[in-house]
């Protein structure tokens, strides 16, 4: 959240140690100063879920017969240790003496300016962070010394608009993009919680959108509003403008959260000629795991990969455990990453336990134990092999002591699909998507220069001058930039494997991409080498196109080559190495090939 540095703070520092400090406590001796403690609803913010160091709310006090005259006007109330607990700068905030209720209003984010008799007025225009923008409020009224802390609990009061841009086959980041026809400036009304637009307001405004972190995700904060006709998003990407119209009959209510996933169709061939696919989807402003975290253990770059959120609840480790069923983790695939975030108190250390049902393996608990001087914090988990994979696909318990489980997700592009797309927007279910690697996947070939089974490293196809490797999203597969005549598409000496037993129940698998506009790619004739064996296609090996997308072909083995059976051995007895790869004829250029595989029949 934002930091409001106040100069009043270093003030009221240097009155504690005044002589002001006697008169006070001769005044005050019988009053009760009010402890306040704050959350935010849901835990979700513009940016941030949690308190940071020194997050400042300002605080209003009235009795409630007043009508607009307050006990105690906007004063600055931060939290020092992002706890929660919120002391005062230097006012402070007391109960009447005859023990009278009394209502508590709050607001986020603090300002001295442009607060005048319990409006508070702002700009979104104004060029300050988006999370200053996110006005929150919380009230508690006819609370009384007697009834302990002060608990504020925040929520949104404008709206929020996200935005997922995306080619056919990649995220878009670095782009520009702004909406129009918003509101930009408002006023509002801290007694009744309300927002409305300030006299001087004008709706032709753009607002510009803020960019998380290059992960081509785009948020703004807006004015809540009725239906408005021409409202439009504009996107430079790459030096050229594209707009989109949006629905006129949209209205945008306050605390909700509108995405919408924009998706330009084209781009990638003909920046030229795009077509600009949009849906939406509406929630309440509540995702529950954008934290402001002080300790990350483990947790990898996850740009690129979908966020898929199993609980978003603060859960007491230490009374209940969470179980996590398989059905929740179904589709998980090498590199997904699942994430725990937590919050436990800054002087306490804590523990959390992963454990699977059974005890069937060698890895049966994952422990982690986390050090006093933190408050949040994520922990992540990589599903880097096959026997990670293992432990998590029957599902988890998870159990601790003196944690709190606030949000648990999955960084994963296949988690719950059996395909990482069923089609396109106009419902063509032929385009299915690749198949997801899953814990019982065997790869012999996937390009990439850390494993042990790229076939870039043998440049040993027919005519290596017509591939070339190619990188998307930070996965490398290889492209035929040359037609190629009869030959080797790809091939591998070596694989990361040495035997796979009872072949006939497996089947056999590749990724591949047409480029859009490459033809004769159904007239190929194909066939796969695995381990020396070679097992004709023929004509069919490929479809005609797969309009620029990637999607996974597959054969059993037991259809190509009936008697391949028992074991396949991958590696000699005199320690020598089998072919293994791609050979087809009549193979155009602009087809890209990736993941080369076995897989068991289920």
């Known amino acids: ?12 520092t240097m009155l504690i140690a005044s002589c002001s400090d006697n008169i006070d406590t001769m005044n005050q001796n019988h009053r009760v100063e009010a402890q306040i403690s704050a959350s935010v609803l849901e835990r979700t913010r513009a940016t941030d879920t949690v308190w940071e160091a ?38 402070k905030v007391y109960y009447p003496q005859d023990n009278e209720a009394v209502d508590f209003m709050a607001y986020y984010p603090y300002n001295t300016d442009n607060v005048n008799q319990g409006k508070y007025s702002f700009d979104l225009t104004s060029n300050i962070p988006l999370s200053e923008k996110d006005l929150m409020y919380a009230s508690v009224n006819g609370h009384s010394q007697s009834d302990g802390t002060v608990q504020f609990q925040f929520s949104h009061m404008l709206s929020k608009i996200e935005v997922e841009l995306k080619s056919d086959t990649k995220i878009i980041s670095g782009a520009t993009l702004s909406i129009n026809n918003q509101c930009d400036k408002g006023i509002f009304n801290i007694i009744d919680g309300t927002v409305a637009d ?13 960019e998380k972190e290059s992960t081509g995700q785009y948020h703004v904060i807006v004015m809540p509003s009725s239906q408005i006709v021409g409202r439009n998003i504009t996107m430079e990407i790459n030096g050229k403008t594209y707009t989109t119209t949006l629905d006129p009959t949209y209205t945008y209510a306050s605390g909700s959260k509108y995405t919408f996933t924009i998706t330009m169709k084209g781009i990638d061939k003909d920046p030229e000629n795009v077509e600009i696919v949009i849906t939406l989807d509406i929630n309440d402003w509540t995702d529950g795991h954008e934290e402001a975290l002080e300790g990350n253990e483990n947790v990898p770059d996850v740009t690129g990969k979908k966020e898929n959120i199993l609980i978003s609840t603060v859960a007491s480790l230490s009374e209940n455990p969470l179980s996590i069923t398989a059905n929740q983790l179904q589709g998980l695939s090498i590199g997904d990453v699942i994430c725990l975030y937590y919050q436990k108190d800054i002087d306490t250390e804590a523990n959390i336990t992963i454990n699977k049902p059974s005890t069937t393996r060698s890895i049966n608990s994952y422990n982690y134990t986390l050090a006093k001087g ?18 998590f696909a029957a599902g988890m318990s998870i159990t601790g002591s003196d944690a709190n489980l606030t949000c648990l997700s999955v960084y994963s592009n296949t988690l719950g699909n059996n395909s990482s797309e069923n089609g396109d927007e106009t419902g063509e279910d032929e385009e299915k998507g690749t198949d997801p690697i899953t814990a019982n996947t065997i790869m012999i070939i996937d390009f990439e220069t850390s494993e ?12 290596d001058t017509a591939t070339e490797p190619e990188e998307e999203d930070g996965n490398t597969y290889m492209r035929l930039v040359k037609p190629i005549a009869d030959g080797w598409i790809f091939n591998c000496n070596h694989a990361p494997i040495s035997t796979v037993s009872n072949i006939e129940n497996y089947m056999v698998k590749f990724d591949v991409r047409i480029d859009e506009g490459v033809s004769g790619a159904s007239d190929v004739e194909g066939q796969y080498v695995i381990a020396d064996n070679w097992l004709w296609v023929g004509t069919g090996f490929l479809p005609e196109t797969t309009n620029g997308k990637w999607i996974t072909v597959s054969h059993k083995i037991s259809e190509l080559k009936a008697d391949l059976t028992g074991d396949l051995v991958f590696v000699k007895d005199d320690g020598g190495v089998q072919g293994n790869g791609l050979n087809g004829k009549n193979v155009p250029a602009g087809i890209s090939f990736d993941n080369l595989r076995l897989e068991p029949i289920e």
Not at 199 to 207: C, G, K, R, W
């Open 452 to 463: 042990g089974h790229s076939a870039g490293w043998d440049k040993s196809w027919s005519d």
């Open 374 to 391: 933190t408050t949040a914090g994520r922990i992540g988990i990589t599903m880097d092999d096959a026997e990670t994979i293992a432990f």
């Open 1 to 12: 959240m934002r930091k409001t540095h106040l100069c009043i703070m270093a003030m009221a």
């Open 198 to 210: 300030a006299d001087e307001a004008s709706y032709n405004n753009e607002l510009l959108f803020e």
């Open 54 to 91: 020194n997050d400042v709310i300002g605080v209003f006090v009235k009795s409630p017969s007043s009508e607009g005259v307050f006990r105690n006007a906007n004063v600055a109330y931060y939290t020092p240790d992002a706890s929660g607990n919120f002391q005062s700068v230097s006012e």
